[in-house]
């Protein structure tokens, strides 16, 4: 009599166990976004998910330049790709301070083999030294022409080299 209750709890569980086994384990991918990133993510993946197993290493990468998002993707057939957000920037990925701030006055240099010329010109975006930017040239206190793209080499002072 007592076999019986004990079989038919065992009975009804294994239909749980087995379809949990089923999927990814979830769990499993924040820790390896965590050890990939260096931080944790924003929020735990959504354990709502029901993810197909993955037999392979899960490949993560980075989503973009800025470093505040990982990918996840299952390399199988038939396999999935997760987009997490990270709970903060690592170190080494932070972003730089502006060398220059949009509508900020620069002074656009043209450069070639044995010679340059300098323009005044207006920032139309911001970033740090070493990044590109669209600039537009000034003529005579006037925005003139379509926008082009310089390197910022100092606050103030953007380049464009030539070939």
């Given at each position: 009599?007592?076999?019986?209750?004990?079989?038919?709890?065992?009975?009804?569980?294994?239909?749980?166990?087995?379809?949990?086994?089923?999927?990814?384990?979830?769990?499993?991918?924040?820790?390896?976004?965590?050890?990939?990133?260096?931080?944790?993510?924003?929020?735990?993946?959504?354990?709502?998910?029901?993810?197909?197993?993955?037999?392979?290493?899960?490949?993560?990468?980075?989503?973009?330049?800025?470093?505040?998002?990982?990918?996840?993707?299952?390399?199988?057939?038939?396999?999935?790709?997760?987009?997490?957000?990270?709970?903060?920037?690592?170190?080494?990925?932070?972003?730089?301070t502006?060398?220059?701030?949009?509508?900020?006055?620069?002074?656009?240099?043209?450069?070639?083999d044995?010679?340059?010329?300098?323009?005044?010109?207006?920032?139309?975006?911001?970033?740090?030294?070493?990044?590109?930017?669209?600039?537009?040239?000034?003529?005579?206190?006037?925005?003139?022409?379509?926008?082009?793209?310089?390197?910022?080499?100092?606050?103030?002072?953007?380049?464009?080299?030539?070939?």
């Open positions: 009599m007592i076999l019986r209750p004990l079989l038919l709890a065992a009975a009804l569980a294994l239909p749980a166990a087995a379809q949990a086994a089923s999927y990814a384990d979830l769990a499993a991918i924040d820790r390896d976004v965590a050890l990939f990133a260096g931080s944790g993510a924003a929020m735990p993946v959504d354990r709502r998910l029901r993810l197909n197993p993955c037999f392979t290493p899960l490949a993560l990468s980075w989503r973009l330049p800025r470093r505040d998002s990982v990918i996840v993707q299952c390399p199988d057939a038939g396999g999935w790709r997760l987009f997490v957000p990270l709970l903060a920037l690592p170190d080494e990925a932070a972003p730089a502006p060398a220059v701030l949009r509508g900020e006055a620069v002074t656009i240099t043209v450069e070639g044995g010679f340059a010329v300098s323009q005044p010109g207006e920032a139309m975006e911001a970033g740090p030294v070493g990044a590109w930017i669209r600039v537009r040239t000034l003529s005579g206190g006037k925005p003139g022409g379509d926008p082009i793209r310089a390197r910022i080499d100092r606050p103030g002072l953007v380049s464009v080299p030539l070939p």
